[in-house]
């Protein structure tokens, strides 16, 4: 009796083997338990991880975006367009106006029917959507966008891409060509253009190139064209 009862009483196997395989259990599951804390413990900095990533990158894309002064936009399946705040300050239209809405409010006229072809050989043929076009209206003046878009891949009829003002280097470039045009429209007087330090011909007319012996001038160099000028400054790098 008393403290040496358990000496004294009998054994029962079925009992003890039913504590043991019990504790066994217990343990077990115990041991699954920390694991899977542990895996929880993972999986959590994992996510933490890929969030802090995206946060970051999210934040690259933003100041990207803001250093090359470009508007984000898409395009749903019913033609409705959904842009950022720099897209509809570009365009002076609200995120959500249709593509027909903006085109026929803020899009130049004589540019309206280009965007429109544009967009529908992008959805006829699946290629990237590339336009150039002025934004604006006569009070405030007019603007050169530049815009490009990609269809996602899930759905034929969206689109998303980004736009942005070009008007400075559009500007110059219609400028140039305009020059050229004029260059090369010289009835009377020998004219050619030449750019680079090597002074490529880059623009002739055609009384110049005569006065060469008639042959094509452009692309060449000065002298190339005219051997006879070396020595006289020409040839000086």
Partial sequence: AGANDYVA???NDAVLLARVTTLVRVRGLKAQLRERERALHQEGAARERVSQELA???????????????????????GRVDGDA??????GVASGATVQQALESRAHP??????????????????????????GDDAVGWRWIHARG????????????????????????????????AVVGQPLQGVALFRGD??????????????????????????????????QGFDET
């Fill in 110 to 135: 004589d540019d309206r029917e280009r965007v429109r072809r544009a967009l529908q050989r992008s959805y006829e043929t699946g290629a990237p959507y590339v336009c150039d076009y002025r934004c």
């Fill in 86 to 91: 720099r897209f509809c300050e570009l365009h």
């Fill in 150 to 181: 990609e269809h996602i891949a899930d759905a034929a009829q969206r689109m998303a891409g980004v736009a942005f003002d070009i008007d400075a280097e559009k500007r110059a470039e219609l400028a140039r060509e305009g020059l050229l045009a």
């Fill in 56 to 78: 970051q990158r999210n934040q690259q894309l933003a100041l990207a975006l803001a250093g090359g002064r470009m508007g984000v936009w898409s395009i749903d399946e019913q």
């Fill in 9 to 11: 009483k009998p054994w």
């Fill in 198 to 231: 090597d002074l490529v011909v880059e623009a002739v007319n055609d009384v110049f190139e005569r006065f060469y012996g008639g042959r094509s001038l452009q692309g060449h160099k000065l002298l190339e064209v005219a051997p006879e000028l070396r020595g």
